[in-house]
């Protein structure tokens, strides 16, 4: 329609207007101030003329042309007319603050005229309301400050009022805590009056009890100690007895044995060497050896029992009987002598005078059965052992001089000879071929009179004239302590330590005599030879020569004895079988696989002793029984069938139930040897492999 056309026309018009482009603020009214009740009033100058004059109007002068400033003069000259002021476009100008810095054509800096405020001046009414408008502000800035005045100490009093507030909060919670530590205080110890009480009711009881108890545990311990007294007195009867026991046993063990010194030949008179008493002397040695093994069993265990000095009893009964076997065979004999000589003589009275023939009887036994096994070692052998040990007596003798001196420049060659022989022996090992040929070649040089490193000092023989002699001899007697000790712990040490023996024996002969020598006094077996007891000999110098340790008259321990003895008749069986392979190899081993299988044959021909020859038997087997097979082969298996048909039925009948173990052993490994027709190579021994290394 036309007329809403213009309806819009007419608001846009008045959109465009100087009132229409006003900002008015929606909250005027709410803060109740009539803001539009000065533009109803008629316009007059306003008490805040004169101010703007003062401060707004010189500034806007400045900034005008000539043009600008007549037209204001004339506006200002129109100022107390209102009525007659002409509608003309708006002076602008913008308000100078007094710190704002001009330049000198009296023009503002580029920045801030960007950015300056636009003040209308129309009249008297606009500067009026330009004043009310900075009076509102300042009235308001100055409500303002007093309501934040105010607020602040409202703010502080209701801050002093929950302090306030707050202490008496405290001081009630302080209170209230205080009555309830009271009252806790006062219900523990209420608490711990009624524990009190109640501890001191179950003490009055644990007190009761404990009287009780008491009463009890007393005449437990009384009844205790009685029982141990009666302990006590029955262990020292037993003890008692078993000193009785042991002195009556080693009486009877004394009796028998001079018993047995009585069937020894060699103390029979020069008329009575005929009766061969072989037989009863074999009985009588395993009867004594009984009596032994009782002995050590009782000195490992305690005391002897009833029945080991029955045992021992029936023992001496026997070597009783059998010496009056003996008599009586001895009589037998001299009869049939004297019967003999009345025929000759008969005979030579009726036919004349012949030469008697006399035909040796066979050695017989005391039931009658031909006795083939030997009591003693053969004489060449025995012969043979007295020279080794003669040998090794003028070897000490030798060097007594230098043992025996008390110089000290004497006292250090010795220690300095003795260190350099036997450090080397000590540090034999199987690491490496190539250590064991320099350990070789430094004994070889000591021996040889060359002079060798030891303890960072050069030693050599030639500082004593009795320097080769000591060497040999401490050399020799430290390889047979190596067996003694090393390859009784470590049995494949044998072979190492062997190898350099035998070595040495090749180059240096007079040490491998020693060597045997110092074995067969520490290992009678190696001969093979079992001492005799003689008649006046102590106990313990007998112990001695049969292998055994005795220290503060005591013997040591059969295991331990045991294995001594194997670590040297292993070291024995290795050193018969290897040579060194460095050497020419012109000239046989100087003690070689026939000596292993004389020894092996004697100990054969030898009765067996309980839990000594099995044990010896298996070392000797197991270490050199490989090389024996390779070199007798036929003749090697027919002595293995020998052991276990005929030997082991032997050491079977004089092996007790406790000694069985190493019976046992030699038997399956003689049993597994027959069954695969081989004996397997010893474990460590040295292969080719070994000397490359």
Known sequence: MPSEGRCWETLQALRSSDKGRLCYHRDWLLRGEDVLEECMSIPKLSSYAGWVVDHVLPHTQENLSPSETSASSRSTSGLDQP???????????????????????????????????????????????????????????????????????????????????????????????????????????????????????????????????AKILNLKLREAEQQRLKQLEQERLRREEGQVRLRSLYALQEELLHLNQQLDPSNQPKDLLKVDLSAFQTRGNQLCGLISGIIRATSENGFPTAEDQAVAERALQEMWDLLASAKACEDKRRQDEQEAQVKRQESQMQQGPEVPKECPAPSQGPGGKQNDLQVKVQDSTMQWYQQLQEASSQCVLAFEGLTSSKDSQVKKIKMDLQKAATIPVSQISTIAGSKLKEIFDKIHSLLSGKPVQSGGRSVSITLNPQGLDFVQYKLAEKFVKQGEEEVASHHEAAFPIAVVASGIWELH??????????????????????????????LEDYQRMLGYQVKDSKVEQQDNFLKRMSGMIRLYAAIIQLRWPYGTRQEAHPHGLNHGWRWLAQILNMEPLSDVTATLLFDFLEVCGNALMKQYQTQFWKMMLLIKEDYFPRIEAITSSGQMGSFIRLKQFLEKCLQRKEIPVPKGFLTSSFWRS
């Not at 509608?87 to 300056?116: C, I, V, W």
């Not at 002093?160 to 202490?167: H, I, N, T, V, Y």
């Open 83 to 213: 009525s007659c002021v002409p509608k003309s476009p708006s002076l602008t100008f913008s308000p100078a603050s007094p710190g704002t810095p001009t330049t000198p054509n009296g023009t503002k800096d580029k920045h801030e005229s960007q950015h300056a405020e636009h003040l209308v001046l129309q009249s008297s009414r606009g500067i009026k309301v330009e004043g009310c408008i900075r009076m509102y502000e300042l009235v308001h800035r100055m409500k303002g400050t007093e309501g934040l005045r105010q607020w602040q100490e409202e703010q502080e009093r209701k801050v002093r009022a929950l302090s306030e507030m707050a202490s008496e909060q405290l001081k009630r919670f302080d209170e209230q805590k205080e009555l309830k530590h009271h009252k806790e205080f006062q219900d523990l110890r209420e608490m711990m009056e009624k524990s009190s009480r109640e501890a001191l009711g179950q003490q009055e009881k644990l007190k009761a009890e404990h009287r009780h108890r």
């Open 509 to 538: 002969p007079r040490v491998g005599d020693l060597i045997l020598a110092h074995l067969h006094k520490n290992c009678p077996y190696s001969v093979p030879f079992y001492p005799a007891f003689k008649e006046g000999m102590a």
